[in-house]
C-alpha cells in the first residue's frame, strides 16, 4: 500500500542551527503534501501546504522565513527549520493526498521529533 | 491493539438534516481525541478535541462530538447540516506508548451534504 515516510525520525541540534526534514511518498506521487505541528498531548496544527513546482501556501501565524519548504519533486517534500530555538522543539508530520476512486487517501509520515538544545 | 477507526468511508445528508460522522476509539488509559476536516485540495484543519471534562465538545463550525466511554465512541455531529460542510472528515487520537504519545488518525468518512 501506499506509504509516506519521513527522515530523520529523532533529531537533537543546538540552538541556531537549522536542521531538514523530508517527508517522501514511497510508490505514489504527490503534487501536494501537508506539513504539521503537534505539541506535546496537544493537537495536530496546520503549518503549510507544499506544492511541487512552486511555492509553499503557509497558514496564518507560520513564519515562512522559519520553515522554510521545498517541493522538488513528485515525491518529495522538505522542511528546514532555520535557526532553531528551542521552542521550535516539537512533532513534525507531514502527509500526502492520493486519489483513488472517487475520494483522496489521506497518508501520514511518521513524524520526525525535533529537541533543539 | 490500540486503534481510532471510522466505519464510514461516506455518508450523505440533506441540507438542514443532522448529522452524524462515526468515530470509535481502543486506546489504553485515557484517551485524547480529535476531529479534524479537510476541504479539497487543504490540509487537515482542527475542529474540536475532547482531553478530559464534559463529554460533549463543541468546536468549529458548528460542530460537536460525544464522548462515550461505555460504547467507546466519539462521534462528530452537527444539528443542522449545511452544503459547506461536505469534506473529508477525520478522527484522531493520541495513543500511549513506550512514554511517549503518537497522534493516530482513522482512515477518514467523505461527507456530501445535499442541496
Known amino acids: 500500500g501506499a506509504v509516506v515516510s519521513q527522515h530523520p525520525s529523532w533529531v537533537i541540534c543546538k540552538s541556531g542551527t537549522s536542521v531538514k526534514i523530508e517527508c517522501r511518498s514511497l510508490?505514489?506521487?504527490?503534487?501536494?503534501m501537508f506539513w504539521y505541528r503537534q505539541f506535546p498531548k496537544q493537537s495536530l496544527m496546520l503549518m503549510a501546504t507544499?506544492?511541487?513546482?512552486?511555492?509553499?501556501?503557509?497558514e496564518q501565524g507560520v513564519e515562512k522565513d522559519k520553515f522554510l519548504i521545498n517541493h522538488a519533486s513528485l515525491t518529495l517534500s522538505t522542511l528546514t527549520v532555520t535557526s532553531a530555538h528551542p521552542e521550535d522543539s516539537s512533532f513534525y508530520i507531514c502527509?500526502?493526498?492520493?486519489?483513488?476512486?472517487?475520494?483522496?487517501?489521506?497518508?501520514f509520515g511518521p513524524g520526525t521529533r525535533l529537541t533543539v538544545l | 491493539a490500540q486503534s481510532v477507526a471510522q466505519p464510514e468511508d461516506q455518508v450523505n445528508v440533506a441540507e438542514g438534516n443532522p448529522l452524524t460522522v462515526k468515530c470509535t476509539y481502543s486506546?489504553?488509559?485515557?484517551?485524547?481525541l480529535f476531529w479534524y476536516v479537510q476541504y479539497p485540495n487543504r490540509g487537515l484543519q482542527f475542529l474540536l478535541k475532547y482531553i478530559t471534562g464534559d463529554n460533549l465538545v463543541k468546536g468549529s463550525y458548528g460542530f460537536e462530538a460525544e464522548f462515550n466511554k461505555s460504547q467507546t465512541s466519539f462521534h462528530l455531529k452537527k444539528p443542522s447540516a449545511l452544503v459547506s460542510d461536505s469534506a473529508l472528515y477525520f478522527c484522531g487520537g493520541l495513543l500511549s506508548g513506550a512514554g511517549s504519545y503518537q497522534l493516530t488518525f482513522g482512515k477518514g468518512t467523505k461527507l456530501s451534504v445535499i442541496p
Open positions: 502527509s500526502a493526498p492520493r486519489t483513488s476512486g472517487f475520494r483522496d487517501t489521506q497518508y
Open positions: 510508490d505514489f506521487q504527490a503534487t501536494t
Open positions: 507544499s506544492n511541487e513546482g512552486s511555492k509553499a501556501t503557509y
Open positions: 486506546v489504553s488509559g485515557n484517551p485524547y
